[in-house]
């Protein structure tokens, strides 16, 4: 881990420090999703087999999972598998059905009744990655908002062989179909739907560049399918004074390194001493990780920034904007006013950020890569969508008609104005 | 305007008959944009300037519009005028106003505390577009809203020279900055800033297809900007039955159709009574508007669809997934819980578009275009972002760690589980 002091360096350095690495896009990124897409497109079902053959190297029976599939996945796990994950279902079950919107009716002026209300988003997909290991917790972060929002059809994409943890979530969660398909191919077919496929409204899910491009090219298709937010490198932001325990932070450091070699790893302190010990903690964890090689990857670009005070790491953070910031102060609580920016602010010696990855009930679906500046955290919102309506009384049209005529006329918008002397005329005649 | 009765059309030709025309795309547009937003990102003010010159016709004096010009502007403005805009701020300021979000703290285990906080995007930029008449109602829709989400700096963007009644609002709203710039090169500027122009965060407000070209290019870099939504041609669905009255709905269809000739225009009836009334009421009013020549181009491409009954009326709606939803039926009100995709919804005789578009208080700025399914009224969410907060007890922590620790087991994160169980060995060793 590199060691900077942030005083020291002038203000182009100090944004150099905290700028993040490019994405690599690749044209050739572009043009293999493009044709992964255009395939999907015209050959449907016959392309996922095939596909799902090319790149995952199984062609499964059938592109859906039956029920009897799933209902085996559960017999198969063990029972502590089963008690965590059902754990995790309830309190994230439970932060979820908190953010159901109250319904909002306002009478702006007598007679003039606006409202809002919210919906669920009719149709969603939810993109589960393989990989080494199954990502269960990514099916609940999508599978809970998406059940607590109301969404009439969840349907669930992962390459196969999906494991038995994903499929038992997929019913923790009332999930409604479950596809054997992964990458661009399975993108594509919930954009545009297949004989098997549902096409779906809007797409969630994390995955690697192909998928993160499918995303990107359907979502710029008004024929595709909407998605969650845009994607980058995981990465963790540590606010830490001298009262920090270095051991805990750099647990939370390697914790957030082993996600990949791309993983951003910061961590912020007005104490040299934290920073050294810190640098040492690292080093001796280091030793003990299975997925050592990948950390120290991560690490090589990772980074430690001696701030003047508390005051000056909070604002360097709220500069970079990381997706996870962990607080370890003295009092953690009274600086969340001043912080911004940020995907999931952890506060204090007892809150990790794999608390946060897996069961405390807050979304692991982050903005990352400075997007925490415009997007927020996922939650219920983003399965829903919110409507206006509104009523007016004859008196109410009566009270705002010489408003809405005199801002028509500015506008010269004939129609707009004649809309309402239409009805106000009816009103007098009838008088 | 062409009558069709659904129950008579194939599946295919229902689909197709409800079809949105495609956008013009144009490779052309792309590398026009394309050279304009480089050219600011290159030269700056410089280039703004230049460009202004070039596509507006003018060489302002400054890009950005002095305090005493916002001022005088106000003076010139009738008394008539400011007490409409300020009637129409207020209605506007109600509804958003009642939309600041609850703050949200759930103990989802003892110990374990997950809250919600919502805090203003920084910086916002608003872009107003020129043309025929201003579009001080615009200002309004996005003004008011970064205002009471409380963004620390807006400032706004309109093609020179600026209308009064823009400058005005501006003032309203307690906007920042207000730059004389318009086009590509406007959002270009706000997306990367220049020495006059600040950088913002995220790009609001409609333009023609260079303006949405540039949000979509600006958005598409993550050095650039966010944007509030993709953007179509303005669109009008009417659900009608017998009671209605004719002269409304064509008064409410043409106000529609006078946006643009691409403006989308249908009405939805079981009553083929009011189906011709309508008709021939769009041709008598159509006689007296100013705008008539852009209606008439505009109604070239609408459509009368005869339904079996206001349910499947109602069916064919949440089908299309129309911007602006009006409901001229007998009980207006008890058919709201079966309506969904639609960007606002009026109820009833005397709630035509035109008090939305202006002044009852929602906001005029919504999805088209089938965007509808998964995109939201605009609103105050749109200038917030929502962040998680967690903090857990040492006992919290106790309690949580078997389900993380089983879970990081399965995912094979082992610095994810040892983030928890240094934690947990550091709790017994004290103890």
Not at 55 to 65: C, E, T
Not at 120 to 142: D, E, H, Q, R
Not at 203 to 213: K, L
Not at 378 to 387: I, Q, V, Y
Request: proline share 6%; with cysteine.
């Amino acid at each position: 881990m590199r060691t900077v002091t942030w005083q020291s360096l002038s203000e182009e350095q100090q944004a150099a420090v905290l700028q993040r690495p490019a994405i690599a896009e690749g044209a050739n990124i572009t043009a293999a999703v493009s044709a992964v897409v255009d395939s999907v497109k015209k050959d449907g079902d016959k392309a996922l087999l095939e596909l799902t053959e090319k790149f995952d190297g199984v062609r499964p029976n059938s592109i859906r999972v039956s029920n009897e599939d799933i209902d085996a996945a559960s017999e198969r796990l063990s029972e502590e598998m089963k008690a965590a994950l059902n754990q995790a279902y309830k309190n994230i079950a439970k932060f979820h059905q908190a953010q159901k919107p109250v319904p909002l009716k306002v009478e702006t002026q007598p007679g003039v009744v606006c409202e809002q209300v919210t919906r669920p988003i009719n149709t969603v997909g939810l993109y589960i990655p393989g990989g080494s290991a199954p990502l269960p917790s990514t099916v609940l972060m999508l599978g809970v908002p998406a059940q607590i929002a109301g969404c009439n059809k969840v349907v669930l994409c992962s390459p196969p062989p999906i494991a038995d943890e994903i499929l038992y979530v997929a019913k923790l969660c009332n999930i409604d179909e479950v596809y054997n398909l992964g990458g661009g191919q399975a993108i594509a077919a919930m954009a545009y739907g297949t004989d098997t496929v549902a096409k779906v409204d809007k797409i969630f899910g994390p995955g690697n560049a192909y998928v993160t491009e499918a995303k990107r090219q359907v979502s710029n298709d008004f024929r595709g399918a909407g998605i969650d937010m845009p994607a980058g490198p995981s990465e963790v932001l540590v606010i830490a004074d001298e009262t920090a325990d270095a051991d805990f932070i750099a647990a939370d450091l390697l914790s957030q390194a082993e996600h990949g070699p791309d993983s951003q790893v910061v961590l912020v302190t007005p104490s040299v001493l934290i920073a050294d010990q810190v640098t040492d903690a690292v080093q001796r964890q280091l030793q003990q990780l299975s997925r050592k090689d990948i950390a120290q990857q991560a690490l090589a670009s990772s980074l430690i920034i001696i701030a003047e005070s508390v005051t000056q790491a909070i604002a360097i953070s709220n500069y970079y904007g990381p997706e996870h910031l962990i607080v370890q102060t003295k009092n953690p609580r009274e600086l969340v006013p001043l912080l911004d920016n940020a995907g999931s602010i952890f506060l204090g010696d007892w809150s990790p950020e794999s608390v946060g990855d897996y069961a405390s009930g807050t979304n692991h679906v982050l903005p990352t890569y400075g997007y925490t500046r415009t997007y927020s955290s996922l939650g219920l919102a983003d399965f829903s969508k919110r409507m206006t309506v509104q009523e007016l009384s004859a008196d109410g049209l009566r009270i705002l008609a010489p408003t809405v005529v005199t801002m028509a006329d500015a506008e010269g918008l004939d129609a707009h104005k004649r809309a309402v002397t239409i009805r106000i005329e009816k009103l007098q005649s009838a008088e």
